[in-house]
Nanobody, 122 residues
Framework: QVQLVESGGGLVRAGGSLRLSCAAS???????????MGWFRQSPGKLRELVAL???????NYADSVKGRFTISRDNAKNTVYLQMNSLKPEDTAVYYC?????????????WGQGTQVTVSS
């Protein structure tokens, strides 16, 4: 079984920082390899949007709204991806979801974490 477990969400004041972690289990020793890992977020009344991603080769991409403030990184040995969020704004308030796209035998598979709430107070 592949599972993604997020942690690190919480309540923070505007201008503060949080570090989200997403640990992927069930990949090491399996037939899966990671194409990409990333973070999405969704707030009430809004579509789920891509926040940041990191590809297997290390290339990163960020939503314009978080560029310069958020940093995505990974620990390959632990199959864990992190999202360092600095200079947080109230509009960053959302449920943040970890996502991975896996490759196995020429097919792609998508897995989602259950989400972690980030609330930024003004």
């Amino acid at each position: 079984q592949v599972q993604l477990v997020e942690s690190g969400g919480g309540l923070v004041r505007a201008g503060g920082s949080l570090r989200l972690s997403c640990a992927a289990s069930g990949i090491s020793g399996s037939i899966f390899s990671i194409n990409v890992m990333g973070w999405f977020r969704q707030s009430p009344g809004k579509l789920r949007e891509l926040v940041a991603l990191i590809q297997s080769g290390g290339t990163t991409n960020y939503a314009d709204s978080v560029k310069g403030r958020f940093t995505i990184s990974r620990d390959n040995a632990k199959n864990t991806v992190y999202l360092q969020m600095n200079s947080l704004k109230p509009e960053d308030t959302a449920v943040y979801y970890c996502h991975t796209n896996l490759r196995a035998l020429g097919a792609d598979y998508n897995y989602w974490g259950q989400g972690t709430q980030v609330t930024v107070s003004s």
